[in-house]
Nanobody, 124 residues
Framework: QVQLVESGGGLVQAGGSLSLSCAAS????????IAWFRQAPGKEREFVAG????????YVEDSVKGRFTISRDNAKNTVYLQMNSLKPEDTAEYYC?????????????????WGQGTQVTVSS
């Protein structure tokens, strides 16, 4: 089992920045992919970015590329999502998720472990 706990959400004005954290615990994560998803009201959960725990390989969705960065700190068992130049359309509940094995996949159904989510609201 892998336990994931997100933090760092909040209310920010358009153009601002937020940094989300995902603290992982439980069994070894060496072969894991950690990803961020988001879900806005009335919309499906969508992939935002993912990172391989061991090699640090990243993939960022085109819609946020250049604004969002995913990184990890192996010593702290934590994955971060740095979000810059935020837009109102980035408003959503943001979830951290984990799966075993490469590659980084973008379908929510490919991830077995999920955090409880953290709300990000961007005002215009």
């Amino acid at each position: 089992q892998v336990q994931l706990v997100e933090s760092g959400g909040g209310l920010v004005q358009a153009g601002g920045s937020l940094s989300l954290s995902c603290a992982a615990s439980g069994r070894t994560l060496n072969s894991a992919i950690i990803a961020w998803f988001r879900q806005a009201p009335g919309k499906e959960r969508e992939f935002v970015a993912g990172i391989s725990w061991s090699g640090g390989i990243t993939y960022v969705e085109d819609s946020v590329k250049g604004r969002f960065t995913i990184s990890r700190d192996n010593a702290k068992n934590t994955v971060y999502l740095q979000m810059n130049s935020l837009k109102p359309e980035d408003t959503a509940e943001y979830y951290c998720a984990a799966r075993d094995g490469f590659p980084i996949l973008s379908a929510a159904t490919d991830y077995a472990f999920w955090g409880q989510g953290t709300q990000v609201t961007v005002s215009s």
